[in-house]
């Protein structure tokens, strides 16, 4: 059981983190890591399951290309850092975003779901250069369709669909998936939409991401998808007749867009880019021994550099063993 300190500090955080602007959350900040590293902190609220660092670490075994990245390398079956770079500095989510709206959507909702597309979860709701799987308004889908737009290619429409299925708006989504960050004690983000297109009150950290996939990768659903190079979404239209869209892995490993490193092979994961977020990404990979690993990086300046760091990156797994 939790005692009754440990729970007024939850609910102390919970109220600051959720009434805070963005400058006065980062404010607590530098309380908050420290009080990682405390016994009770640490074992009562994350239950000796996580990761935890409260400083750069391990960086001569990484040499990043841009001193703007977040980088975070995480061994899940020793619970340790291997490497951190700027891993609780605020930054925008992008579209790493979908790992929560998955999260919350698989809590809250049936996967056989059959789920009418509104107006505004339409594709053609969104601009020319944002990203969508292609929904059309009076189209009926499942949710677990849904999902693995949402996830895999990481559509804008799926987002707005899910979240009106799960609470009628998206506005009312965005409470449960703040929620939800706060029960992973994920206090340095705040959502007010469910898929990361730029919201200047909308942020997080690469340490927050890797606590909301540490919680996704262990829902066997979510799993099942992240894994998967593509998938086809079948949608029925108002007059009965059937269409599919194929939907691929936004993430190269998965696509065969770029070769798999050579110390991991990577499972599967998610993106993110917009202009204020930069190029981003955050990976499950397995070693030749079976053992896990997420990654993180946040804020690359191009795909290009993202890939070549993670590579390297994740490469690194075996400098450390």
Do not use: W
Request: glycine share 6%; net charge negative.
């Amino acid at each position: 059981m939790r005692t009754f300190a440990s729970i007024g500090i939850f609910c102390m955080l919970a109220f600051v983190c959720g009434c805070s602007k963005k400058n006065e959350k980062l404010g607590i900040a530098d309380y908050e890591i420290s009080n990682y590293t405390q016994l009770s902190y640490k074992e009562e609220l994350y239950s000796d399951k996580v990761c935890v660092a409260n400083e750069d670490i391990n960086e001569t075994t990484f040499a990043p290309s841009e001193n703007a990245m977040k980088i975070g390398l995480f061994d899940l079956n020793k619970r340790e850092v291997l490497y951190a770079k700027d891993i609780h500095q605020s930054l925008y989510p992008a579209s790493t975003t979908k790992i929560m709206t998955a999260l919350v959507a698989l809590e809250y909702g049936n996967l056989d779901d059959v789920v009418t597309i509104s107006k505004t979860a339409a594709a053609s709701s969104f601009q020319a250069n944002e990203q969508v799987c292609g929904i059309k308004e009076g189209e009926q889908v499942t949710l677990l369709d849904l999902l693995h737009g949402l996830v895999l290619y990481s559509g804008n429409d799926t987002s707005v669909a899910i979240a009106e299925h799960i609470s009628g708006d998206v506005q009312s989504f965005s409470t449960l998936m703040n929620q939800k960050a706060t029960e992973l004690f994920a206090t340095r983000t705040n959502y007010v939409n469910p898929h990361g297109l730029h919201d200047d009150d909308q942020y997080t950290t690469a340490y927050d991401l890797y606590l909301i996939f540490n919680e996704a990768i262990n829902n066997e659903v979510f799993m099942d998808i992240i894994e998967k190079p593509s998938y086809n979404m079948t949608l029925t239209a108002q007059d009965g007749t059937t269409r599919e869209i194929k939907c691929e892995a936004t993430n190269y490993y998965s696509s065969n867009r770029i070769a798999q490193p050579t110390a991991v092979t990577v499972i599967g994961g998610k993106t993110g880019t917009t202009n204020e977020a930069g190029s981003c990404v955050i990976l499950y990979s397995l070693d030749t021994m079976s053992n896990p690993y997420i990654s993180v990086i946040m804020n690359a300046s191009s795909r290009n550099v993202l890939y070549k760091d993670m590579t390297n990156l994740l490469n690194a797994v075996g400098l450390e063993e």
